[in-house]
């Protein structure tokens, strides 16, 4: 092998925290430019740029490298995370660079989860500012544990010693509070390179390394996981002979030989190889892509965890987490989400949120929902265990986003803290009798028929009418009628979005056990988003739900408006008014969709006496 | 004995758990095949990732009928080695047409032979996920593209729709007719491209590495005449010059640079001691109408 070659280099992953005020751009210019990494092309255009921007003086004006952003912020279009890549004699660097004011939070989380060290820029002139302290609470909150502080400007306060100590003695403290212990501190002028790449001569108090020494050189752990982990990715399966499952180990080292077991579970197997491209591997550890043989026939599927058997990674469906919003649209509790960890997808919701976090002070507010940009303090609930670690030991298994199941869109990241009580002690009570004996015993197909519709739909008068009906034919049913329902076991609930997924949690819930108990469930609540809808679907099992959507107009609704509701929303009595300041998400596809202004009630519930029961059945 | 603390093991390990990811999350992944040095590394890690097994997924070249003739009898020997299915597209539309870099320039032709063809490939066979060979530092545009790029049912790249990507966990969820594209080089450089080449000795078309061939002056670029269909300008004249390229791609539309490196060790002390950027010998890339942030948003990659 060359010693030329850069694979001996190791890679150091940084983010640079500061707005454009503090001279981020000018650094990281003037870093790529001390390191030798501006092509010709590049300096060149760069020297035409500047003297444009400042005709008399022939400076490189460093911020107009990183400012290929600019047509985007003028455009108003998201600006986030921009990459760079440079190297030096003994490292390879990329830089997480985030621009942007509003979005700064989620942009710059997403920069710290790829980074081992953050660089905080604080301008010497003003000392440590609001934002300094919330670069350095996302920096914790994403697990950096080594910050590089850079005090610059200091050409603008006379390279005074006098200035620079106490920013830094305060910055230790601030660090210290948010519990971040290493902070390596220096003077730069980022304008005029001084400790930048080369040191200072108008500092000569400052003996410490430049600040591309100290990317240089820091020392970086490869990973805290100490125990054997690896999220199986892909199930590699090409003929009879082989089965292998293959991912990047996360945690830990493993060896030919090692026991392990498949987790969530208790599958316990032996590792009989570790395959790669390149020839078996004797063993391998975190960070490397392999692919695992085991002796025996164990059942794995992708985003199962592969773990040291001796010390097994907890397993839980309930936990306390951090959770930074990066949705347009608000997080609501207890609507449902997907929640992608490791390679598991599984459905997730919150169940609480205990209090948000000011990122900027720390403190602890009170919140029904957490808006773009927000941090909160949750409980959250899966609908499957999962194993996983507190995101201290371990970012992989601790880390996680959450998915919008609508549009697609990722809406959240968080960090796993710890399980709120381990999934294996909640077992699910085994019954003898179930649904299905139950369901013979009334000699019926349990089923849950779900009107949507706005307020004033007829959703309850043809429910009605068909709950009479059905009555008739000998089934046994029951009509969840959501008004009613708010007399009783939803009366602590209000209208906003917040108590509207509720509301409607509640009720799928109670309809699922009323399925489970045999009978035919009629609901009828406006239910006006479609996740709340499909929430309830997903309780039942194929073929059970049934979407009903009485589909009047809203004028015709605002004109038959039976309660007077509709004239106290205009009126503005009464706010959160579905249809009129508050959504109604149409559903896409029902099973049942009916026009009250076009048939008549007979002919409707003929339709869902046919559709909902097929000849046989009846 | 395999140290695992290098640069390029960390780059090589990313990019795999990438291919992994894309082919446990897709229904019909495709990955695009553009005979350059970057999809050379991305086939050698395409096998790496899936062995022992082959190849989950077919290669795809678009083909503008413009390629140098040594790209071309590079991928008939890449197909013949038969492990992986090389499925090639020809906007025929375009041929029919008759368009032309000579003629046409190299916007029209670009967009037609290559952004149009690309996006009738990825609907003709349903692919819903395809791999590329981008890398961040090529471009400034690029260097905030995602991992995992939304493409709505009109194969557009969506600013606002882009997602936020943390840590190594890719959001893959995508609508019917919707797409990704996915970069498992985004980290890699120019030069760690071609360190992990010498290090993992895997071949590339020999148009790389200097040799004397016919060239023209043209615009300011240096162009090879690769077939008789280049027709010379007045006061134009073909001259043998030794030449290599640093990037591939239709021969009118590729200035070469001159240069003696004729080993993989010489191209690497070449390009340490380089003092210009990769793209600068594109022709396509300095026509002001086509920025890449325009040229993206079409569909182009």
């Given at each position: 092998?060359?010693?030329?070659?850069?694979?001996?280099?190791?890679?150091?992953?940084?983010?640079?925290?500061?707005?454009?005020?503090?001279?981020?751009?000018?650094?990281?210019?003037?870093?790529?430019?001390?390191?030798?990494?501006?092509?010709?092309?590049?300096?060149?255009?760069?020297?035409?740029?500047?003297?444009?921007?400042?005709?008399?003086?022939?400076?490189?004006?460093?911020?107009?490298?990183?400012?290929?952003?600019?047509?985007?912020?003028?455009?108003?279009?998201?600006?986030?995370?921009?990459?760079?890549?440079?190297?030096?004699?003994?490292?390879?660097?990329?830089?997480?660079?985030?621009?942007?004011?509003?979005?700064?939070?989620?942009?710059?989380?997403?920069?710290?989860?790829?980074?081992?060290?953050?660089?905080?820029?604080?301008?010497?002139?003003?000392?440590?500012?609001?934002?300094?302290?919330?670069?350095?609470?996302?920096?914790?909150?994403?697990?950096?544990?080594?910050?590089?502080?850079?005090?610059?400007?200091?050409?603008?306060?006379?390279?005074?010693?006098?200035?620079?100590?106490?920013?830094?003695?305060?910055?230790?403290?601030?660090?210290?509070?948010?519990?971040?212990?290493?902070?390596?501190?220096?003077?730069?002028?980022?304008?005029?390179?001084?400790?930048?790449?080369?040191?200072?001569?108008?500092?000569?108090?400052?003996?410490?390394?430049?600040?591309?020494?100290?990317?240089?050189?820091?020392?970086?752990?490869?990973?805290?996981?100490?125990?054997?982990?690896?999220?199986?990715?892909?199930?590699?399966?090409?003929?009879?002979?082989?089965?292998?499952?293959?991912?990047?180990?996360?945690?830990?080292?493993?060896?030919?030989?090692?026991?392990?077991?498949?987790?969530?579970?208790?599958?316990?197997?032996?590792?009989?190889?570790?395959?790669?491209?390149?020839?078996?591997?004797?063993?391998?550890?975190?960070?490397?892509?392999?692919?695992?043989?085991?002796?025996?026939?164990?059942?794995?599927?992708?985003?199962?965890?592969?773990?040291?058997?001796?010390?097994?990674?907890?397993?839980?469906?309930?936990?306390?987490?951090?959770?930074?919003?990066?949705?347009?649209?608000?997080?609501?509790?207890?609507?449902?989400?997907?929640?992608?960890?490791?390679?598991?997808?599984?459905?997730?919701?919150?169940?609480?949120?205990?209090?948000?976090?000011?990122?900027?002070?720390?403190?602890?507010?009170?919140?029904?929902?957490?808006?773009?940009?927000?941090?909160?303090?949750?409980?959250?609930?899966?609908?499957?265990?999962?194993?996983?670690?507190?995101?201290?030991?371990?970012?992989?298994?601790?880390?996680?986003?959450?998915?919008?199941?609508?549009?697609?869109?990722?809406?959240?990241?968080?960090?796993?803290?710890?399980?709120?009580?381990?999934?294996?002690?909640?077992?699910?009570?085994?019954?003898?009798?179930?649904?299905?004996?139950?369901?013979?015993?009334?000699?019926?197909?349990?089923?849950?028929?779900?009107?949507?519709?706005?307020?004033?739909?007829?959703?309850?008068?043809?429910?009605?009418?068909?709950?009479?009906?059905?009555?008739?034919?000998?089934?046994?049913?029951?009509?969840?009628?959501?008004?009613?329902?708010?007399?009783?076991?939803?009366?602590?609930?209000?209208?906003?979005?917040?108590?509207?997924?509720?509301?409607?949690?509640?009720?799928?819930?109670?309809?699922?056990?009323?399925?489970?108990?045999?009978?035919?469930?009629?609901?009828?609540?406006?239910?006006?988003?479609?996740?709340?809808?499909?929430?309830?679907?997903?309780?039942?099992?194929?073929?059970?739900?049934?979407?009903?959507?009485?589909?009047?107009?809203?004028?015709?609704?605002?004109?038959?408006?039976?309660?007077?509701?509709?004239?106290?929303?205009?009126?503005?009595?009464?706010?959160?008014?579905?249809?009129?300041?508050?959504?109604?998400?149409?559903?896409?596809?029902?099973?049942?969709?009916?026009?009250?202004?076009?048939?008549?009630?007979?002919?409707?519930?003929?339709?869902?006496?046919?559709?909902?029961?097929?000849?046989?059945?009846? | 004995?395999?140290?695992?603390?290098?640069?390029?093991?960390?780059?090589?390990?990313?990019?795999?758990?990438?291919?992994?990811?894309?082919?446990?999350?897709?229904?019909?992944?495709?990955?695009l095949?553009s005979i350059g040095?970057?999809?050379?590394?991305?086939?050698?890690?395409?096998?790496?990732?899936?062995?022992?097994?082959?190849?989950?997924?077919?290669?795809?070249h678009v083909d503008t009928t413009w390629k140098f003739?040594?790209m071309i009898?590079?991928?008939?020997?890449?197909?013949?080695?038969?492990?992986?299915?090389?499925?090639v597209h020809i906007n025929e539309d375009g041929v029919r047409k008759g368009i032309s870099p000579l003629v046409h320039g190299a916007t029209v032709h670009t967009d037609v032979m290559k952004t149009v063809a690309l996006k009738q490939a990825l609907d003709k066979?349903?692919?819903?996920?395809?791999?590329?060979?981008?890398?961040?530092?090529?471009e400034?545009s690029?260097?905030?593209?995602?991992?995992?790029?939304?493409?709505?049912?009109q194969h557009r790249w969506?600013?606002?729709?882009?997602?936020?990507?943390?840590?190594?966990?890719?959001?893959?969820?995508?609508?019917?007719?919707?797409?990704?594209?996915?970069?498992?080089?985004?980290?890699?450089?120019?030069?760690?491209?071609?360190?992990?080449?010498?290090?993992?000795?895997?071949?590339?078309?020999?148009?790389?590495?200097?040799?004397?061939?016919?060239?023209v002056?043209r615009d300011g670029a240096?162009i090879m005449v690769d077939d008789d269909r280049f027709v010379l300008r007045?006061?134009e004249?073909?001259?043998?010059?030794?030449?290599?390229?640093?990037t591939l791609g239709c021969y009118p539309l590729t200035g070469?640079?001159?240069?003696?490196?004729?080993?993989?060790?010489?191209?690497?002390?070449?390009?340490?001691?380089?003092?210009?950027?990769?793209r600068q010998g594109r022709v396509i890339d300095h026509d002001p109408s086509a920025s890449m942030e325009r040229k993206k948003q079409e569909g182009y990659f």
């Amino acid at each position: 092998m060359v010693a030329t070659d850069d694979s001996a280099r190791s890679l150091l992953r940084f983010i640079t925290c500061g707005s454009v005020d503090d001279g981020k751009s000018t650094l990281l210019g003037r870093l790529l430019f001390d390191a030798g990494m501006l092509p010709d092309d590049q300096v060149e255009a760069l020297r035409r740029d500047s003297r444009r921007q400042h005709p008399d003086g022939d400076v490189l004006d460093f911020s107009l490298l990183t400012d290929g952003l600019d047509a985007e912020r003028q455009q108003g279009i998201t600006i986030d995370v921009a990459y760079r890549y440079f190297h030096s004699a003994r490292r390879n660097f990329i830089v997480a660079d985030c621009p942007g004011h509003e979005q700064y939070t989620r942009n710059m989380a997403t920069g710290a989860s790829h980074a081992d060290v953050a660089v905080v820029l604080v301008d010497a002139r003003k000392g440590l500012l609001p934002q300094t302290r919330r670069h350095t609470y996302i920096c914790a909150l994403l697990g950096i544990h080594k910050i590089i502080l850079a005090v610059n400007k200091m050409d603008l306060v006379d390279y005074a010693k006098e200035v620079y100590e106490p920013i830094k003695e305060a910055y230790i403290n601030l660090a210290k509070e948010l519990g971040i212990a290493a902070v390596h501190a220096l003077p730069v002028a980022a304008l005029t390179g001084d400790n930048v790449g080369a040191p200072s001569k108008d500092m000569p108090w400052y003996e410490g390394p430049t600040l591309l020494d100290l990317l240089e050189t820091i020392h970086v752990e490869p990973s805290q996981a100490v125990d054997f982990r690896m999220p199986v990715q892909w199930v590699n399966r090409p003929d009879q002979s082989f089965r292998g499952y293959a991912g990047t180990i996360c945690g830990g080292r493993v060896k030919v030989g090692a026991s392990i077991v498949v987790q969530p579970g208790a599958h316990r197997a032996h590792i009989a190889r570790i395959v790669t491209a390149d020839g078996d591997l004797p063993e391998a550890h975190a960070g490397q892509a392999v692919t695992l043989t085991l002796d025996r026939e164990v059942d794995v599927s992708r985003g199962d965890v592969i773990a040291d058997a001796g010390r097994p990674a907890p397993e839980a469906d309930q936990f306390a987490v951090h959770l930074l919003w990066m949705g347009d649209e608000p997080l609501l509790p207890n609507r449902g989400y997907w929640l992608k960890i490791g390679a598991k997808t599984v459905n997730a919701r919150v169940t609480s949120i205990k209090h948000k976090i000011d990122v900027n002070t720390q403190a602890q507010l009170a919140a029904h929902r957490l808006q773009l940009n927000e941090v909160g303090y949750c409980n959250i609930d899966l609908d499957h265990p999962i194993a996983f670690e507190a995101y201290a030991d371990n970012h992989a298994l601790g880390g996680f986003i959450l998915i919008d199941r609508q549009n697609h869109a990722t809406v959240a990241c968080g960090v796993l803290d710890f399980d709120l009580h381990r999934a294996t002690n909640v077992h699910w009570q085994h019954l003898d009798v179930d649904k299905e004996v139950r369901a013979r015993s009334k000699g019926q197909h349990p089923k849950c028929l779900w009107f949507t519709g706005l307020s004033g739909a007829g959703k309850s008068t043809v429910a009605n009418l068909l709950e009479r009906r059905l009555s008739r034919l000998g089934y046994h049913t029951y009509l969840l009628d959501g008004d009613n329902l708010r007399h009783g076991l939803n009366r602590d609930l209000g209208f906003t979005a917040e108590a509207r997924v509720e509301n409607v949690r509640r009720v799928a819930e109670v309809a699922h056990l009323m399925v489970d108990a045999g009978l035919i469930v009629l609901v009828c609540v406006i239910s006006p988003f479609h996740s709340e809808r499909d929430f309830a679907r997903n309780l039942f099992v194929e073929g059970e739900f049934a979407e009903v959507y009485v589909d009047t107009p809203l004028e015709e609704c605002e004109r038959r408006d039976p309660k007077g509701l509709y004239r106290k929303a205009r009126a503005g009595e009464i706010s959160n008014f579905t249809g009129i300041d508050s959504p109604y998400e149409a559903p896409v596809s029902p099973e049942v969709h009916l026009h009250p202004g076009e048939s008549s009630l007979e002919t409707m519930v003929e339709e869902l006496v046919s559709h909902v029961f097929p000849h046989a059945d009846r | 004995m395999n140290q695992f603390s290098g640069n390029l093991d960390q780059l090589e390990a990313e990019s795999i758990h990438i291919f992994r990811e894309v082919a446990a999350s897709f229904q019909r992944p495709v990955m695009l095949y553009s005979i350059g040095k970057d999809s050379s590394v991305l086939l050698h890690l395409l096998r790496k990732a899936f062995y022992p097994a082959r190849p989950p997924m077919p290669l795809l070249h678009v083909d503008t009928t413009w390629k140098f003739r040594e790209m071309i009898a590079f991928r008939d020997q890449v197909a013949a080695e038969g492990d992986v299915q090389v499925i090639v597209h020809i906007n025929e539309d375009g041929v029919r047409k008759g368009i032309s870099p000579l003629v046409h320039g190299a916007t029209v032709h670009t967009d037609v032979m290559k952004t149009v063809a690309l996006k009738q490939a990825l609907d003709k066979y349903g692919f819903d996920a395809a791999i590329g060979g981008a890398r961040r530092d090529e471009e400034k545009s690029r260097a905030k593209e995602r991992v995992f790029s939304f493409r709505n049912a009109q194969h557009r790249w969506d600013p606002k729709r882009q997602r936020p990507e943390l840590w190594n966990l890719y959001n893959t969820h995508i609508h019917k007719g919707e797409s990704v594209r996915a970069f498992p080089l985004s980290n890699w450089t120019e030069m760690d491209v071609w360190h992990y080449i010498r290090r993992e000795q895997i071949p590339v078309v020999p148009l790389y590495f200097a040799k004397t061939r016919p060239i023209v002056l043209r615009d300011g670029a240096l162009i090879m005449v690769d077939d008789d269909r280049f027709v010379l300008r007045e006061d134009e004249k073909i001259e043998q010059r030794t030449v290599r390229f640093r990037t591939l791609g239709c021969y009118p539309l590729t200035g070469a640079v001159e240069s003696t490196a004729s080993t993989i060790d010489e191209i690497i002390a070449e390009m340490a001691a380089s003092r210009t950027s990769e793209r600068q010998g594109r022709v396509i890339d300095h026509d002001p109408s086509a920025s890449m942030e325009r040229k993206k948003q079409e569909g182009y990659f």
